[in-house]
């Protein structure tokens, strides 16, 4: 197994490396450098020509290219002119407040989906199914930004059960039992929200999985061994089912990373989603680049994670 | 001629029907068999004539939601037809053991072949985890496993087709059933695994002095292994008789039939003698009079009985309807009239 990952490993390498260069040229390509937020009526164009080439702006694409890596490998990923500091450490306390709503999603996603993907596929073609059909096929239909504000309006402003914006409240002290308590608060309403829109895919596999899993052979033989009915259910046809499900978890988090965009923004929470849009405003350019290069990052490991999650669950993956 | 201390499964005008539609409709249509201490049982028929549906209702294993299964199938004083679920699996695995025919699909993929040999154990046996494994190690060399010990903690993925069918065989005789039920345990495997499963299966009969049915439509693996034949048309019994009996006297037109088709290697012609038409489907089967008459067409109509019933032939041999007396085949007709 650890070959299996290892092998994984090498060969993000070079999407890696790929990566990198698209985001480098894009980052050329957009309008304006690292100076162009210091430019006044007053500035002396021939001291910006001088700073530019002491920065480095004028030698070979190439060279610009391994400094700039370089440079990202120390953690530097230049500064962000709108806040006005390193972006790593924005970055840095952006992705830990992403990080703690994206994992209360998937917690709600789960907890959600996997009951009731359980319930339709076992009982196919029952009310209960149908009801859970519906509610998968509405998720599909509504655009999620419409059920994400809708939920703001209603539980955030007209009911005003939860707080409408930020990540904590302003009126506590970091690290006391009453900040933890206020960040859970302001996770709660959006992650909710989030959680509940991202279940019908799992909602809809689990099901199919369920229903094709019980007219396997392997389901009859469990049964013509004298198996309890329950015992045949959670420990041959659940758990063939939950497979794909656990190995499309690491591509779910890439997908939360992407739904944080939504959410963050309509909620105001200051993660990398909503970071990332007020930078495309502001055109903060150090910022967007940073962002994209972990976005896609983020994505390749989600994919590495779901291999070494098959590798783990499923036997026929542990090749050697 | 039949002990009832003999009798192991005593199965009397059983109905399954299906739900096709919005109605029922007969696969297994009034068939009633024994099966014996101590033999082979093979049931043979071409696809669709209802072997399987026979076999998986003695078991038990068929869809309440779309299934309908009357009459007796009575073992040791009980009657299998609508016994409730719990009595139901302490009698599978224990007293019947199933075997599948594609091994393939017929082993958990996410278990190991230890455990799912265990299970059977587990349910039906008060043993410790140390004596269940123990007697799995003893079945996976008693159905020719070369390394046991490996095999145990392997997944089914990393077994032969040959070596999971063992494997299944294995699961099945855990608890050594009194009756041992195979259905189609070789078609899917190539022609030298079958006939080590076959004798694999032969020596497991001669050791435990079960009864085994086995389903087949290969009438060479029937001369070769069974005792008995039962041979089966549109969901009914045609035929029935020792294995000696029915192949050196077949008797009804399809069993003939049967026989004729098979390809022979020392025949001096080497035309393929097929059955005309197919088996009904559910749906389009003839409610009344003989099933077969409408693929022996040149037979008349007053050869068949209006409601076709069971006639003893000799010793043990009984043949369903009438119309085994006159029966020949057309190109016999033909040569008698040259001739
Ligand atoms: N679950 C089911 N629902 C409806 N019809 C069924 C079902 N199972 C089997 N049948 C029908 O019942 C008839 C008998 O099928 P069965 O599988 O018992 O035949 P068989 O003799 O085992 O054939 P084969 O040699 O192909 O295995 C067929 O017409 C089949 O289409
Ligand atoms: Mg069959």
Redesign the pocket.
Known sequence: MWKTILRRFLVMIPQLILLSVLVFVLAKMMPGDPFTGMITPQTDPKQLDALRAAAGLNDPWWTQYFRWVGNLFQGDLGNSYAYRRPVTGLIGDRAVNTFWLALFTLVISYAISIPLGVIAGRFEDSNRDKAIQVYTFILLAVPSFVFLLFSLLIFGYILDWFPTSGYVSLNVDAGTPAYWLSRFQHILLPGLTAGLLSTSGTIQYLRAGVIDNTNEDFVRTARSKGVPERVVFSKHILRNSLLPIAAFMGNSITGLLGGSIYVETIFSYQGMGQLFISSIGTRDYSVITALTLLFGFLTLLGNLLSDIIMSIVDPRIRVE | MEKPEDLLLDIQHLHTA???GDDFYD?VDDVNLTLRKDEILAIV??????????ATSIIGL??PL??KVTGDILYNNLNLVGLNEPIYNRIRGNDIGMIF?DPLAALNPLMRIGDQIAETLVYHTKMTKEQRDARVLELLAQVGIPNPQRTFRQYPHELSGGMRQRIVIAIAIACKPPIIIA??PTTALDVTIQAQILDLLRDIQKETHSGIIL?T?DLGVVAETADRVAV?YA?QMVELGTAQDVFAHPTHPYTRSLLRSMPQADADDDELHVIQGV?P??KNMQMTGCRFAERIPWVPETAHEATPTMHEVGPDHFVQCTCYKTFHFQDEDATQSEG
Request: charged letters at 20%; zero cysteines.
């Open positions: 299906f739900r096709v696969a028929g071409e696809s669709g004539s209802g072997k399987s549906t026979l068929h869809n779309n299934t025919q259905d189609e389903i439509h089966m969901g088996v489907s559910l």
